[in-house]
């Protein structure tokens, strides 16, 4: 039996108790719709497809960092209280990558607000950035799925878990000193676009270029046209705590459009004016605010693209020549040892 046959039957054949390791408590009740110890389980379950999708082409690693202390924790005095929180990782090297000479590295953020890396999504992006010889690191930044109800619920959305992903590009380049630091690249879509967009605002000279794909960018309007359920996931007591009626001003410190004067990295937005998740408003605050600062960067509008939300992460003509506008931009910056042509 192939080794990856034989770990799928082994994950699915042990007893579900066996499988999920029991999820700290949560602080508040869970959300109706989310289920901790079946998330878990598929999540194990995807984490085997990554090996079969790019196993061909890249070593596959996944491990574990420090983040900063959960900042709900009530009993701060408790033992473990003020512990970092344990940081989930994905860490992706072509097979074929030279070594012996510096090499640059991709930030890769997943999407949200609640999910995690995932093959459906993500492998074709992964697989298309490692041809090109890029080594990629992929944090499973706190809120994300797969992790048990506690891990969903120390989201800090647009706060600490911008500074997970920017710890896990520091942990990245201590852990390989083949990785050169001034050749450093972030990539995200969604909500990983809020977190793209954060990160080079607080670390304009960490990143040598960055890619926001229909990035969230306007926390304020957002709230003015999602529904209340979705409303709900921010305000919740364990995420910002209060709804953007109740403190606007800590909304708008979480947005990317508010920081617009702080960007001094080499920037690429798309945006699609029929997406159904990112509005395009939000989106184009984001260009007008960066216009008015003077800053320098490259967008591309994209009218009525197919797929809406997700039109350059599909299989089509037009989401491969997007793609291939991104490696471009990138490949400009980050000189990688097979830039697409």
């Known amino acids: 039996m192939r080794p990856l046959a034989a770990l799928a039957v082994l994950a699915l054949s042990l007893p579900l108790a066996a499988q999920i390791p029991t999820p700290r408590p949560a602080t508040t009740p869970q959300p109706p719709a989310y289920n901790g110890q079946n ?3 598929l999540k194990r379950m995807d984490d085997l497809l990554w ?62 607000v609640h999910q995690s890396l995932d093959t459906t999504i993500d492998a074709h992006q992964v697989r298309e950035l490692l041809l090109q010889g890029y080594t990629i690191v992929a944090t499973d930044y706190r809120g994300s799925t797969g992790y048990g109800t506690g891990y969903y619920q120390d989201i800090d959305y647009g706060g600490l878990e911008v500074d997970d992903v920017y710890r896990g590009m520091q942990w990245m380049l201590q852990r390989y000193s083949f990785l050169d630091p001034k050749r450093v690249g972030i990539v995200g879509w969604s909500h990983g676009g809020l977190i793209t967009l954060m990160n080079i605002f607080a670390h304009p000279h960490d990143f040598a270029c960055a890619y926001a794909g229909v990035p969230v960018s306007d926390l304020v309007a957002r709230m003015g046209y999602e529904t209340p359920g979705y409303l709900q996931l921010y305000s919740a007591p364990y995420a910002i ?41 939000e989106v184009e605050h984001l260009i007008q605010a960066l216009t008015f600062e003077h800053k320098k960067f490259d967008y591309k509008i994209y009218q009525d693209a197919p797929g809406g939300h997700y039109f350059n992460r599909i299989d089509t003509p037009l989401a491969v020549e997007s793609r291939h506008d991104i490696y471009v931009f990138l490949a400009k910056y980050l000189h990688p040892d097979n830039p697409p042509k």
Do not use: C, M
Request: aromatic share 6%.
């Open 241 to 281: 705590g209060e709804s953007v009626h109740d403190d606007i001003a800590e909304y708008r410190k979480r947005s990317p459009v508010t920081h617009a004067a702080e960007l001094d990295t080499p920037l690429l937005i798309h945006t699609n004016t029929n997406d159904e998740d990112v509005n395009y408003l």
């Open 51 to 112: 090996y079969q999708k790019i196993g061909d082409i890249a070593d596959i690693d996944k491990s574990e960092y420090g983040g900063a202390p959960n900042p709900h924790v009530k009993n701060k005095k408790a033992p473990g209280a003020t512990n970092p929180l344990i940081i989930h990782v994905y860490t992706f090297i072509p097979k074929n990558l030279d070594r012996t000479k510096k090499q640059p590295l991709i930030v890769y953020v997943h999407q949200g």
């Open 39 to 41: 998330d878990v389980l």
